[in-house]
């Protein structure tokens, strides 16, 4: 059976002993656990079809509380006869044993009947290279779905970076929600629930999210306060010389700030902002102080 030999799986874990032999698991389970980590893992299971859990089940799921490790977010998985077991010191250690059985689960190499699945037996003992992990999810364009449909294919990334080891996400909405501050120039932008319900979602999964939106340039994509318009009628920009700029600004941050609960991290963009910098025609330090000053602004705001 193909399970029998080494599995390769990503990304590869620090340490990993595979005996060589497969364990065959039926669908009806005992889950010896709590908190988000147990409960991501009970809802993706069941939601697999005719996976059950009961507390007369012979197979057990547990989760082992283990003393500090070595490593932030160490988690140790070990897949025997009749229980699987992630142990781990803290949430975000059992977050990453979870994602990892997930993965595992759909690796090529596991084999599903009717009435079973078949897993290599193996330990894995791993934690992450690097304290952040974070992809940026681009939100800002339009996409051709309905809204719930835009939703339900978000929260399934969202699943493969968690199963992957990423504890953080960047929502980048920019101009594309229903803001009380602007009207979005997008045919059918984010609502505020669907924000609220795409964040709780995350972190159920382990991945803090943070807002993202474009700040100077990509005024088409920006929050629409203060937009710059040429000749043609088209947006070039933001005016973040307009007196009123920075206090409608921070409006719009506070907005984000509450509806991603509070988020650690906030992507403001201001890149490729040389072509605005151009348009204005101002000196090399006057570009220079009209940057670093609106960014160093919005740190310290953010900050506070």
Known sequence: MLCASTPVYTPVPKLMEASGKVVVFQYKWKLDGVGSPAAW??????????????????????????????????????????????????????????????????HSSTIYTDTSVTLPELTIRDWPDYPHRIADLTMSYWEPYTNDERLASTKRIVEILAEHGYNGVVIN?????????????????????????????????????SP????????????????I???????????????????DYT????????????????????????GELDRLKLSTEENVKLYTGLFNFIGDYLWE
């Open 229 to 247: 318009k040429n000749e043609k009628g088209q947006i070039v920009g933001q005016d973040v010389q307009h007196p009123q700029f920075r206090k």
């Open 173 to 209: 909405l920019s101009s594309n929600y229903q803001s009380k501050y602007f009207a979005s120039n997008r045919p059918t932008p984010w609502s505020q629930e669907h924000i609220r319900s795409l964040v709780r979602f995350c972190k159920s999964r382990g991945v803090i999210p």
């Open 41 to 106: 893992l009970q809802e993706e299971l069941v939601a697999r079809g005719g996976w059950t859990f009961q507390e007369d089940a012979n197979q057990t799921i547990s989760f082992k509380q283990v003393a500090d490790n070595s490593h932030p977010e160490e988690y140790q998985l070990s897949i025997y006869q009749g229980h699987v077991t992630i142990g781990a010191s803290d949430e975000a250690g059992f977050f990453r044993g979870v994602g990892r059985l997930l993965a595992i689960l759909r």
């Open 212 to 227: 993202g939106f474009a700040t100077f340039s990509h005024g088409f994509l920006a929050p629409q306060i203060h937009i």
């Open 251 to 274: 409006k719009v941050l506070d907005e984000m700030v509450e509806l991603f609960d509070n988020p650690p991290y906030f992507r403001v963009g201001g890149d490729e902002a040389q």
